[in-house]
């Protein structure tokens, strides 16, 4: 099943059947939103708006614990995030894409993982998005004209407020080519959740590093977005007939994540955070 994250508009897709909002709960707390589910040429789907029907949730106040738990509980194996961002170079201009392949995260204040005191794990991020992801969302892309761009590093801010030119002038200067505030943690507890994670990054600004682009409108975001919304809509009718093939086992070892992550030992491990990680990692803690 592909899971969907982002903005509302991206689910009004021609062709999806079947379409309903379900509740699933979480033992995380509850999710931004409901979910919606559909068939798209009998491709399982599930979409989940990150900021909840009309944008109620800021960044910071996204439960990105309940909402991976949520989509992992309703059979997802992978994740298309979209994501608007800013971006730090001239050649990635509003209305491109990014299939991004790495991240750096600069957020402060979020739950960013599922494990803790009672159970420790340690995944690795060394290559935080599934290639066999990347590999079908380029294919995608080019199927339907998208001008979309493969490889590129992510920085998460913390946010709401946008970046002082001091900082985007430091993250430029890191090598970094796209800003948001919605990946990290998300990217993370997808790997902790053994779900295939991928990224498109839809740049709707330059951030504040431009000389000709030196301050961040928000109506200035939509008014892109809204541009962009039938080609965001393509690009997922894509690469749900790119990933009807799915092999049984991830080649990037996503669905395997857990296998050699987990430290603390089974008698060690507390009962009822084994309970509450049941649908993220149980395939790793069942005796």
């Known amino acids: 099943m592909i899971g969907v ?3 509302s508009g991206i689910y009004d897709i021609e062709g999806l059947s079947n379409a309903r909002w379900e509740s699933v709960s ?3 707390g509850e999710p931004s939103d409901e979910l919606f589910f559909g068939d798209l040429d009998g491709q399982l789907m599930v979409f989940l708006p990150r900021h909840g029907r009309g944008h109620r949730l800021p960044p910071d106040g996204v439960n990105y614990r ?12 992978d994740i298309l995030s979209l994501s608007a961002v ?5 050649e990635l201009s509003p209305g491109m894409f990014v299939l991004v392949d790495q991240f750096i995260d600069r957020t402060t204040q979020r739950d960013t993982s599922f494990f803790g005191p009672g159970l420790v ?3 690795s991020m060394a290559y935080p998005v599934c290639s066999r992801l990347g590999d079908v969302l380029e294919a995608a892309a080019n199927a339907v004209d998208v001008t979309a761009v493969r490889g590129g590093t992510y920085l998460a801010m913390e946010g ?3 970046s002082s030119l001091a900082e985007s002038e430091l993250y430029r200067s890191w090598g970094c080519d796209v800003i948001g505030m919605t990946n990290m943690p998300e990217a993370k507890l997808a790997r902790e959740a053994e779900i295939c994670y991928a990224t498109v990054a839809m740049v709707t600004d330059y951030d504040c590093w431009h000389p000709d682009h030196d301050h961040v409108q928000v109506a200035d975001i939509i008014r892109v977005l809204t541009d ?8 997922v009718r894509s690469v749900a007939t790119g990933l009807g093939d799915r092999p049984a086992a991830c080649p990037a070892g996503c669905d395997r994540a857990l296998d050699t992550a ?5 008698e060690a491990r507390d009962p009822a955070k084994v309970a509450e990680l049941e649908a993220v990692a149980g395939r790793v803690l069942k005796p």
Request: aromatic residues 8%.
């Open 5 to 7: 994250i982002g903005g």
């Open 26 to 28: 979480s033992p995380f």
């Open 66 to 77: 309940a909402n991976i738990d949520a989509l992992k509980r309703s059979g997802v194996t």
């Open 86 to 90: 800013g971006s730090f170079k001239d």
């Open 121 to 123: 794990a340690h995944v």
């Open 160 to 162: 709401p407020q946008f």
């Open 228 to 235: 962009n919304a039938d080609q965001a809509r393509a690009l």
């Open 262 to 266: 987990i430290i603390t030992a089974p």
